[in-house]
């Protein structure tokens, strides 16, 4: 069984960090993607939509700004240096920043795309990885990085199709919405963003429902402070709280992450505002807030049925829709390859215990880790499945696993005193 220092399972954002990061280092490493290229968001990759954060936060600069994979290096290479830095000066569209994403994947000698990991389990003194299409590798160190699954509730889920889909869907599925109703439930920077490309097309609905479960359609929080939440050393003093405590933190922190870039929000409310006046008895809006979608049946007739639960009365309202779209996020779900190591991964709540390092505990062999990408934000807080930290995040593991300072990372300064001795050295 041929082996490796380190073995990756999936290929999104964080583990084409990690590799990134992994390839000018001695050692052996491999990265299994199911995909037979790179994709990033690629069901609601809508014209227009904006990276939520600065283009700094790629795959390596923020670690070691002299690896060739960066950003600025993409740009450099393909001759846009320049005219970027002229026609954006802090932010770059998603589009784009995917097509970096795939020029960085397509150098890396590492990844074996198309293969996607069937099972991890115990062989003797390793770790064995079983790869569909591909012989069986060992290793010490095995970095999960599947992602997270979209999530759209259990009434929602069994209509699944044409009309009724998951935001992540919308441009494979391409619902029919040209004079026909629409529900978009959901108003985070995704739901923000299949509103705006609705009112945006040339086959307009008929009328637009927006549900808010929030209190309003609220803005992303993107101030210099908040953004300290952000930071390498906030992520150290969160995981170092008593879990009820991290849990109430992220409630309350949750706009810092999931609301709507007010740049988007201004489109959407501009556009409302010209179709008002322009095409007023064509074109119906209803932006409803403090409402959640407790519910929904289909008719005889084929047309949906939304119950809404009103937060400020306690009511249940019946609301009809042709289409359902579902903004309703992602979460993180056990992977079906570490079945065989189930029992000894979870804790006494069947939950996932993740060190200061991001690896699992576990009582396997002491020398055989496994760290997770982008699955620890109960623990490490709310920037965990953010793309700001992704670089910092994959050098802390691949300082653990060399046992050794391979990146410094540990000494970032904050404005904002999280630690006791900070607070005392005052």
Not at 6 to 11: E, I, S, W
Not at 144 to 161: C, D, E, I
Not at 215 to 221: E, K, R
Not at 259 to 270: A, F, P, Q
Request: proline letters at 5%.
């Amino acid at each position: 069984m041929e082996e490796f220092d380190v073995v990756g399972a999936g290929l999104g954002p964080s583990n084409l960090s990690l590799a990134a990061l992994l390839e000018p280092l001695d050692v052996r490493t491999r990265f299994y993607e199911a995909s037979d290229s790179f994709r990033w968001h690629c069901g609601i990759m809508v014209p227009g939509a904006q990276l939520q954060v600065s283009f700094l936060k790629d795959l390596v600069t923020l670690v070691d700004p002299s690896n060739p994979l960066s950003f600025l290096g993409y740009l450099a290479q393909e001759g846009r240096l320049y005219r970027f830095l002229i026609a954006h000066a802090d932010r770059c569209s998603r589009q784009e920043f995917e097509r970096y994403y795939q020029w960085a994947a397509d150098q890396l000698k590492s990844v074996r795309w198309g293969s996607r990991v069937e099972r991890v389990d115990l062989r003797g003194h390793l770790l064995e990885v079983v790869s569909q299409g591909a012989d069986p590798v060992g290793t010490r160190n095995v970095v999960l990085g599947s992602g997270r699954k979209p999530f759209m509730p259990s009434f929602a889920q069994r209509f699944r199709g044409p009309d009724v889909l998951h935001s992540s869907e919308l441009i494979r599925v391409a619902p029919e919405v040209g004079g026909r109703d629409v529900m978009v439930v959901g108003a985070g920077q995704s739901g923000a963003e299949v509103v705006n490309h609705l009112l945006s097309g040339d086959a307009m609905p008929a009328s637009l429902t927006w549900v808010s479960s929030r209190v309003g359609f609220l803005p992303l929080d993107d101030s210099p402070f908040t953004n300290e939440w952000f930071h390498p050393a906030y992520v150290d003093h969160f995981h170092g709280l008593p879990a009820a405590r991290r849990g109430e933190l992220l409630a309350r922190q949750r706009l810092a992450s999931d609301g709507v870039t007010e740049s988007l929000l201004r489109d959407i409310y501009r556009r409302l505002y010209e179709l008002d006046v322009l095409l007023p008895s064509r074109f119906r809006h209803r932006l409803l807030a403090c409402r959640r979608m407790v519910g929904l049946e289909r008719g005889e007739g084929g047309r949906l049925a939304a119950a809404l639960r009103d937060d400020d009365t306690g009511t249940v309202e019946a609301h009809g829709a042709d289409v359902v779209i579902c903004c309703t996020g992602y979460r993180s779900e056990f992977p079906e390859y570490l079945e065989p190591l189930r029992g000894r991964l979870l804790n006494g709540d069947g939950r996932l215990k993740v060190r200061r390092d991001y690896s699992l505990e576990w009582d396997g062999p002491e020398g055989l880790r496994l760290f997770v990408q982008n699955a620890a934000e109960g623990s490490h807080g709310i920037a965990d499945p953010n793309l700001s930290l992704s670089s910092w995040r994959s050098a802390r593991i691949i300082n653990s696993i060399h046992g050794r300072i391979v990146y410094r990372i540990e000494d970032e300064q904050a404005t904002i005193a999280w630690r006791g001795r900070e607070v005392q050295a005052l």
